[in-house]
């Protein structure tokens, strides 16, 4: 499991995501995009959380 994650390391990459070349246009032309919705595991919201 070490050996694969040394594969995977790369020290210029300090972030969570990865930026993917080239990028996906996702914007229509009156410039609104994708919503993102990201979602937690477990109670993070205290209970305070809308219904979609």
Do not use: C, K, N, W
Request: aromatic letters at 8%; proline letters at 8%; a negative charge.
């Amino acid at each position: 499991m070490a050996d694969e994650d040394a594969a995977h390391y790369q020290p210029e990459q300090t972030g969570m995501y990865e930026l993917e070349f080239p990028a996906p246009q996702l914007s229509s032309d009156d410039g609104r995009g994708p919503v993102l919705i990201h979602a937690l595991e477990g109670f993070s919201d205290a209970g305070h959380a809308i219904r979609l």
